[in-house]
């Protein structure tokens, strides 16, 4: 079955970076994108970018761009998402989602929580 | 950005009784492709998001028959036929005809 396994909690201060992984198993790795989706507490699903696990190809929201780098490990089957210069309203749980065949997000990883706080 | 507004932001239901949620796009979602790329998730309380329906009218494998899509263009409707205790949590409709992908408010179903 497909699974997407996220690294734990992280606690930041401002300024500094993250980077939360996502390691895929039950499916071919290479045959879908992995999509970074995160939600601030008590609020909504916010899309944050797309990137190809076949080629590395990647689109970030535009609002992002510039903090967000996403890659992928594909000897271990593994997306990652590090966001730069945190700000207090990064303070979110960040989610990693497959881009499936039939819709994007058709499985998510169970959370990571990023905390930034001086 | 394509906005996604969903009605109504919450949905207080007895079980047994039918319910429905409303899902307005700012553009339409038809794509050239003939493919309206309009989806719906389930957030239950304390878990990630699930999806439920594709292409607005698909279920996605394992979700109950009781749950529908409909519409097309710029609006669309997820219904629940008889609403269940597991139903409760935050539904999203979500677009992805263009980038940045978007999703509507979230509307919250409780059970009376």
């Known amino acids: 079955q497909v699974q997407l396994v996220q690294s734990g909690a992280e606690v930041k201060k401002p300024g500094a970076s993250v980077k939360v992984s996502c390691k895929a198993s039950g499916y071919t790795f290479t045959s879908y994108g992995i999509s970074w989706v995160r939600q601030a507490p008590g609020q909504g699903l916010e899309w944050m970018g797309w990137?190809?696990?076949?080629?590395?190809?990647?689109n970030y929201a535009q609002k992002l761009q510039g903090r967000v780098t996403m890659t992928t490990d594909t000897s271990t089957s593994t997306a990652y998402m590090e966001l730069r210069s945190l700000r207090s309203d990064d303070t979110a749980v960040y989610y990693c989602a497959r881009d499936g065949s039939v819709a994007p997000f058709d499985y998510w990883g169970q959370g990571t929580l990023v905390t930034v706080s001086s | 950005d394509i906005v996604m507004t969903q009605t109504p932001l919450s949905l207080s239901v007895t079980p047994g009784q039918p319910a429905s949620i409303s899902c307005k796009s700012s553009?339409?979602?038809?794509?050239?492709?003939?493919?309206?790329?309009l989806y719906w998730y389930l957030q239950k309380p304390g878990q990630p998001p699930q999806l439920l329906i594709y292409e607005v009218s698909n279920r996605f494998s394992g979700v109950p028959d009781r749950f529908s899509g409909s519409g097309s263009g710029t609006d669309f409707t997820l219904k629940i036929s008889r609403v269940e205790a597991e139903d409760v949590g935050v539904y999203y409709c979500m677009q992805s005809i263009q980038l940045p992908y978007t999703f509507g408010q979230g509307t919250k179903l409780e059970i009376k």
């Open positions: 990137i190809s696990a076949y080629n590395g190809n990647t």
């Open positions: 553009q339409s979602l038809l794509h050239s492709d003939g493919k309206t790329y």
